[in-house]
């Protein structure tokens, strides 16, 4: 097994087994159908290409916040500002100075993403 990943070509073929071992997972019900052997590879597998994600491609995670979360739901949607903040019913000058934290949501801006977007009211209340 490989130490390190080098080269786009390797994090292909890392991730292909990766998929193969979720696959066989997946099909047997849970990574409990994966021999220890098959689980101790995966993991490592696993880290290997967050090692290669992080130094090489620069995967960096996005912060879990609602203006965070609302902006992958536009992107999801693939609309822009201006057609989010019409199905949102508020001004586009608002919602943009909402997603770039110069201004505070409002309850009809919370609101509306809970019935417009369909994101969780239990996980906007924590991020409020």
Known sequence: MIDKVRTEKQYSQVMAM??????????????????????EELKKLSLLAEQYEDEVLKVMPLPVTLENVVSVKMQELNITQAKLAQMLNMGTAKLSQILNHKRKPDVPFLKAVHEKLGVDGNFILERV
């Open 18 to 39: 990766i998929e193969n071992y979720l696959s066989k997972a997946t099909k047997g019900g849970g990574f409990k159908s994966l021999s220890k052997k098959e689980n």
